[in-house]
């Protein structure tokens, strides 16, 4: 089974990554990455360090302090800023950055990292054993902090010596911080920075990373400019001199966007646009790469909101659901149904999960006539994917008898609506991260919070994240939640969506770039061969 292929021991000793071309990376998105056209990029030529570079998604970037982003495609905009202690590479393993290394007591009573000693924040700073100290203290007590729940297993934070930082552990947790720290949890934030100026750091972090390059100017949902950093201890990152990074929600205009040159590298989703970039990319017009996403789209509920408190009309609508219809309709073959979080080369799929309300039309009819009727808002974002699946979504719904309308809403306020409870229902892409102990913090238990803190679901999640179990074990419980979420219709797993990252001649190519699968990237490794 797929996930038996992935083990995670208690212990992690990797060797210090030999510097390469950042196009040398090992593997690709686990054979789930397609090219064509000049998919090389680089590979085969001279950087051009003095290149501008200019990357465009529809993510919103709207905040650049770690521990109050609220949106993981933010990661794309704080990752050329900040280094995190531990990554994900392509293959979607966790590997270290600025932890080196890392070891549970075999008590599970604290987890122990090695660190660099090699690296220092932009500010002068030195990065130590005290910088990471000051950093999960934050974002334990920051108020407003979007990170707090990802730290609670630490109850205490030790400095040993300077390379060396001790995370004592609430007893039976703590076995999903590994892959915590390789996102914005563990971004490394100048402990200057933050005794100095805080509260500026969600618009303009100045020097106050460690990472290949320093942020120039910002505009939020629109443009962050960066330059390369001066020095910077990693040889296979800040390879261009000029980095922005734009927020432009249109797939045409991304697309348009690099068969002009204004663009370099641009993300492109959704059935039309996806078959549009993939014919360019076959014929030459422009260089890219498709790659089968991670994340899966799907129908989330506030269940204690509405009709969606009602168990029958919430079987109704996972019955009404159609997903085949919305692959070739939606898609034209470029998706695949989904019926859970985790995809099956992923570790945290559950091979047993059964289906318990399974398509069934006429049965979902039954329910909703048996109910009095019902009413679902379903919230996505003004012309995005999800909005394209919201409204074909709501035709299904209103077929069997549900009074379903779909509801715009800005990027910029999509998330924090349905987390503050203010959505009945949304359509989203949910990211299962490398650990699925911090999907459930993001997702189930905390953040979007989908569960509505069900008592089964939380044991088994606190269960799941002792770090003395086997990963076999984890994963037995994380199948059990799985179930729970399916049998109360807690969320409604749609589809895995193709996505194609087109670019400019020269550009690395996406897939070689960490969390591409998740449907955004770390930019720190981008470079081109073209001339500026």
Request: aromatic share 6%.
């Amino acid at each position: 089974m797929a996930r038996r292929g992935a083990r995670r021991s208690r212990t992690v000793q990797v060797a210090a990554l030999v510097a390469a071309a950042a196009f040398a990376l090992a593997g690709c998105a686990g054979g789930a990455a397609r090219g064509g056209g000049d998919a090389s990029g680089g590979a085969n030529g001279q950087l051009n360090r003095d290149a501008t570079l200019v990357v465009a998604s529809p993510s919103p970037s709207t905040i650049l302090d770690p521990a109050l982003s609220n949106n993981i495609g933010q990661n794309s905009f704080m990752a050329p800023i900040y280094d995190s202690l531990t990554k994900v590479d392509p293959t979607l393993q966790v590997q270290p950055m600025l932890a080196t290394s890392w070891t549970f007591a075999p008590d599970g009573g604290y987890l122990e990292l090695k660190l660099r000693d090699d690296v220092t924040f932009h500010d002068g700073t030195p990065f130590d054993a005290n910088a990471v100290k000051v950093n999960i203290e934050r974002g334990k007590t920051l108020q407003g902090s979007t990170i707090a729940g990802r730290l609670s297993a630490i109850t205490g934070v030790d400095v040993v010596d300077p390379t060396t930082v001790r995370l004592r552990l609430q007893p039976g947790q703590g076995a999903s911080l590994p892959a915590t720290f390789a996102l914005n949890a563990g971004m490394m934030v100048s402990p200057k920075a933050i005794a100095e100026r805080a509260s500026k750091l969600a618009t303009d972090p100045g020097d106050s990373g460690s990472g290949p390059y320093v942020l120039t100017s910002a505009q939020p949902g629109v443009e962050i400019a960066y330059e390369r950093a001066p020095s910077y201890w990693d040889d296979t990152a800040g390879l261009v001199k000029v980095l922005r990074m734009q927020t432009v929600t249109d797939n045409s205009a991304r697309l348009n966007g690099v068969r002009t040159g204004a663009i370099d590298l641009a993300q492109i989703t959704g059935s039309t646009p996806v078959a549009e970039a993939l014919g360019l990319i076959r014929s030459g017009a422009v260089a890219g790469v498709a790659a089968d996403t991670v994340g899966a789209s799907g129908l989330l509920m506030n269940i204690r909101l509405g009709d969606m408190a009602k168990p029958e009309i919430r079987r109704a609508v996972a019955q009404a659901v159609n997903r085949e219809d919305l692959v070739q309709g939606l898609f034209s073959g470029n998706a695949q149904p989904a019926d859970q979080l985790y995809p099956k080369d992923m570790w945290g799929h559950s091979d047993g999960l059964v289906e318990q309300n399974p398509e069934n039309p006429q049965a979902a009819k039954d329910l909703v006539t048996a109910a009095g009727g019902g009413t679902i808002t379903i919230s996505a974002p003004t012309g995005s994917t999800q909005e394209v699946i919201a409204n074909a979504l709501a035709a299904q719904l209103t077929a069997a008898g549900l009074n379903a309308t779909v509801a715009q809403v800005p990027w910029g306020q999509f998330d924090a609506q349905f987390q503050a409870g203010e959505q009945q229902a949304q359509i989203n892409v949910l990211q299962p991260n490398a650990d699925p102990g911090l999907s459930l913090a993001q997702y189930v238990t905390g953040g979007y919070n989908i569960s509505a803190g069900d008592a089964q679901v939380r044991d088994l999640a606190a269960r799941a994240d002792d770090p003395r179990l086997s990963t076999d074990q984890r994963a037995e419980l994380f199948g059990q939640i799985w179930q729970r979420l399916s049998d109360e219709v807690m969320w409604v797993p749609l589809v895995r969506t193709t996505q194609a990252w087109v670019s400019t001649p020269g550009v690395t190519p996406a897939d070689q770039m960490p969390w591409v699968r998740w449907g955004f990237i770390d930019v720190r490794t981008i470079a081109t061969t073209a001339a500026s």
